[in-house]
């Protein structure tokens, strides 16, 4: 039997999170012993780790902040992450980026050496398997981002990746993407979709009930707040822009992060009366079940686990043109893909109040849409884990 180690960050709810739970569960355990290690033990879904999946003790052990900074000194990245915050406080990402590399210096090491280790995640998880703090016969390191249009600093990236066996990422236009930014690794990149139960879903989304308030058309978006990012200024620019044409409508928000500036930008832009931030939401699928539509205004994505969560729930997705939409969305037949911006969005929108039967049909589509993994895990199998 084969020794595999799989590596994350903190447990925290998200698409990455449910992602990671399918790919544990669908290892098969007569081939492969895990173990799991995480950057920190925190996180809401923590219990919902596979009890035969051994977690080691926190990758990032707990230690004063004195402590990191002497570690620090003696890494190379904490030299050009100090650079970045003095001179180029503009590059979120890269700083992100930094931190992540910068935190291997004081991440304990793993003795034994595996047969596997995957980093199921981009930032530290990838950083803590390509660095020298893990051993193992084969490297595999996950990628859940669209990578060129991330903003991501490929320098930085670049000679950490070379050091992996294969990249994952989770849609072939992610892989295109990948592969254009990083030509001479386009032998390694992989493209392997994420996996998701059906039922799973359907009996969480059965657990409790959120109410319905109004006749009017219910949407909802579930994501992280991150403003820029998910778009969700732009969200309060398009419910602002539809309240005052007179459409009636509730936009339910999912979600923890910016939640103090996302509020704000709500209470500011006058809509608060339909734009509804309820917070973070340890189990968020009863809210796909009491609403009409899912609507995601990202900026960019990789391939969002969100989109076949609500769908599996037969809820229909509006969408921006983010990099593998297309792989998720039969444009017009189950859902719309709108133009990456505020204008096209808010004319998709604004198409399903003026003819709410659309999404009627859109759900009926859906009702008979088949979601089989099958051949995603032959392939996780054979071609990724080897």
Not at 17 to 30: A, E, G, K
Not at 76 to 82: D, G
Not at 119 to 125: A, G, H, L, T
Request: with cysteine; proline share 4%; hydrophobic share 40%.
């Amino acid at each position: 039997m084969k020794k595999l180690l799989v590596i994350y960050q903190k447990m925290t709810l998200g698409g990455s999170t449910t992602s990671l739970l399918s790919f544990l569960d669908c290892i098969d355990r007569s081939l492969y012993e895990i173990d799991l290690i995480l950057s920190g033990d925190a996180g809401e879904m923590l219990d919902k780790i596979p009890a035969d999946v051994h977690r080691l003790p926190a990758a990032i052990p707990p230690s004063s902040k004195i402590m990191k900074l002497i570690r620090s000194l003696f890494h190379k990245e904490f030299y050009r992450l100090l650079f970045y915050r003095l001179f180029r406080t503009k590059k979120r990402y890269t700083i992100t980026q930094l931190n992540a590399y910068n935190a291997v210096s004081y991440a304990r090491k793993l003795p034994e050496e595996y047969d596997v280790a995957v980093s199921y995640v981009e930032f530290f998880p990838n950083a803590y398997l390509l660095s020298d703090c893990v051993k193992a016969k084969r490297k595999i390191a996950w990628i859940h981002t669209d990578y060129a249009a991330s903003g991501l600093d490929v320098c930085i990236d670049a000679p950490y990746f070379k050091k992996a066996d294969k990249i994952v990422l989770v849609s072939e236009a992610c892989r295109k993407s990948f592969c254009d930014v990083f030509p001479t690794l386009a032998p390694k990149a992989a493209a392997v979709e994420n996996m998701l139960s059906r039922s799973l879903l359907q009996s969480r989304a059965a657990e409790y009930t959120v109410d319905r308030h109004g006749d009017h058309v219910h949407f909802l978006t579930v994501c992280r707040i991150d403003i820029r990012t998910k778009g969700l200024d732009r969200l309060v620019r398009i419910a602002a822009r539809l309240k005052a044409e007179g459409h009636r409508f509730t936009w339910t928000v999912v979600g923890n992060g910016e939640m103090a500036k996302f509020t704000r930008l709500i209470d500011e832009s006058g809509v608060s009366d339909c734009v509804l931030a309820v917070g973070a939401a340890s189990n968020p699928y009863p809210y796909f079940s009491a609403a009409d539509c899912f609507v995601l205004p990202s900026r960019y994505e990789g391939k969002p686990m969100v989109i076949p969560e609500a769908q599996m729930l037969t809820l229909p997705c509006i969408v921006t043109a983010y990099a593998s939409a297309a792989e998720q969305i039969r444009d017009g037949v189950d859902g719309i893909i709108a133009e990456n911006g505020t204008d096209a969005l808010t004319d998709a929108i604004r198409s399903v109040l003026t003819d709410p039967s659309r999404l009627k049909a859109f759900a009926q589509s859906l009702a008979g849409k088949p979601f089989d993994y099958k051949t995603t895990i032959e392939t996780i199998h054979k071609d990724i884990l080897g």
